[in-house]
């Protein structure tokens, strides 16, 4: 259904869209200059909770050796690893000390393909695994759980999830009508903006089952959807979820808050 508004908007308004559309990318294209420019250097936090930033020369031994980024051409200094709570790279990686040098060795800052770390899930137990909490909302609401494995900042694959839609009509509705979700082995992908802000896009296959006052169906379903992680333990997204069988197919909004562990 989105498709056939596009075409129509196009068709009528093709020169106004043109026109928008370049200012679009204009615009995204000074955002993104700004980003980098805001994000082109290393920030080194100590556990004082003192933010430096700096640029990277070599992690030695029990010490950090950098340059102050506002004097580049100046002296190489030194701090303890034991004082730095962590540092984020300008190329994106973010290295954790905690105070604990046996986890830098052989650590090379611009060696991003060996490097590349989780982004979220640094501290968490469950080593680059995100378990994540949906709450769904459009003219019905809906709850969800997804359990998700980090690779690195950028990409991310959604291992298995569930959720179940149902209407506001009266309390006793989800008894009458539902939708039953499963899914699995999905895809999500991260465009990190500020430190503790990412967009994200995913897209997830799987199983829907859908029951109305005594009718049911078995269908094909997939989750698509596209948003923001914010401070690392909350995300914010619009979702589209598609459904389809023999007899048709069917598309559904929602807006997403997601809450991440």
């Known amino acids: 259904m989105i498709y056939f508004v596009f075409r129509f908007i196009n068709r009528i308004f093709a020169p106004v869209q043109m026109i928008f559309i370049m200012k679009k990318y204009l615009f995204l294209t000074i955002l993104m ?6 994000n082109a250097q290393d920030k080194m ?3 004082s909770g003192k933010v ?3 640029r990277v020369v070599e992690v030695s031994g029990s010490d950090l050796k950098f340059r102050l980024y506002d004097n580049l051409q100046g002296p190489v200094l030194a701090e303890k690893l034991a004082n730095i709570y962590y540092v984020k ?6 290295q954790i000390f905690n105070g604990s040098p046996a986890r830098t060795n052989n650590y090379n800052p611009y060696n991003m393909m060996n490097n590349t770390k989780p982004y979220t899930r640094q501290e968490s137990p469950m080593s680059g695994f995100t378990a994540q909490v949906d709450l769904y909302i459009q003219n019905s609401w809906g709850v969800g759980f997804m359990l998700r494995k980090e690779f690195n900042n950028y990409i991310g694959m959604n291992l298995v999830g569930g959720s179940f839609m149902s209407g506001w009509n009266e309390l006793k509705s989800p008894k009458h009508y ?4 499963v899914r699995l082995c999905g895809v999500r992908a991260y465009l990190p903006i500020y430190e503790d802000i990412r967009a994200f896009a995913d897209v997830v296959p799987g199983y829907t089952y859908i029951y109305s006052y005594g009718n049911h169906s078995h269908c094909f379903g997939a989750d698509f959807s596209a948003g923001f992680q914010i401070h690392r333990n909350v995300a914010i997204s619009y979702n589209l979820d598609f459904i389809a069988n023999g007899d048709g197919h069917a598309t559904y909004h929602w807006g997403r808050i997601s809450f991440l562990f």
Do not use: D, F, W
């Open 52 to 54: 430096i930033n700096i």
């Open 45 to 47: 936090v100590l556990t």
């Open 178 to 181: 539902g939708h039953v979700n």
């Open 33 to 38: 200059l700004i980003s980098y420019a805001l």
């Open 89 to 94: 790279y300008e190329n994106g990686p973010m």
